[in-house]
Each structure stands twice: as C-alpha cells, then as structure tokens.
C-alpha cells in the first residue's frame, strides 16, 4: 500500500495544499514625476483615491502571495488623467489605464503617461485576521 502512495505522489496526482493568496486593505504606490525627477510613496486604502498632479488613481483590489510561496503583490487599478474644458472646470477623466499591476514586474502592466509614472510596491495586509 505504502509504494501505491508513493507512486501516486511521485506521479503528481496528489499535489499539496496551496495557501490561498492575502487580500489587502492598502496598496503601497511609489509615483514619479518626470519632469521635476522626483519619487514619492503613498499608501492608499482600497477603494479610495490618489490625487497626484493631473492623475485619479483608484484602488480597487490587492493582493499578495502567503509567506510560503514565492513573492508576488499585486493590484488592480484605475488610473484617469483629469483635464479642464477650457474654462478652469474639471471635465471628466481620460481612463489611462485599468488592470492589475505586479509589483516584481512593473513594465509588464505600465502606466503609458508622458509626465507621470506610477506603480505598486506592496499590498498592506491586516496579519490579526
């Protein structure tokens, strides 16, 4: 019996449990201005919003792999690039981007913004629950 369960492990039909993911509260944002070269950190909870220069950035989710798996912290965000109709009133955003950022792998799911670079460090997750 013993080589029955060892020939089923070794095949891969019994896999380990997996963790399931942490789900966050906060998201940890580095911003860049390109023209002034200057970098700034900003936690922003879920399902509130950054203001940064011309920019809305709406946090909708976040994510992080448990301890035991390999990192990975991820998010999905909303970012609208806000203008004026000419008249110093705020008309309605231009969506720039809307989709999950990695926080390893930036450039895979960039923000495209001639002024403004923006991208997720890290997901704050509440360890007491």
Not at 50 to 60: E, P
Not at 85 to 99: N, V
Not at 101 to 107: D, G, R, T, V
Request: aromatic letters at 6%.
């Amino acid at each position: 019996m013993r080589t029955l369960a060892t020939a089923i492990l070794i095949a891969g039909l019994i896999t380990p449990a997996a963790a399931n993911n942490l789900t966050g509260e906060a998201v940890i944002l580095r911003t860049l201005d390109k023209v002034t070269a200057t970098t700034r950190d900003y936690t922003v909870k879920v399902g509130e919003t950054l203001k940064y220069g011309s920019l809305d950035v709406d946090v909708k989710h976040c994510e992080k792999k448990p301890p035991e798996e390999i990192p990975e912290t991820f998010a999905f965000l909303q970012i609208f690039d806000k203008r004026t109709d000419g008249e110093g009133e705020e008309a309605e955003g231009e969506k720039l981007f809307s989709g999950w950022m990695l926080a390893s792998k930036p450039a895979i799911s960039a923000l495209d913004h001639p002024v403004y670079d923006v991208w997720v460090l890290d997901c704050v997750v509440d360890r007491r629950r």
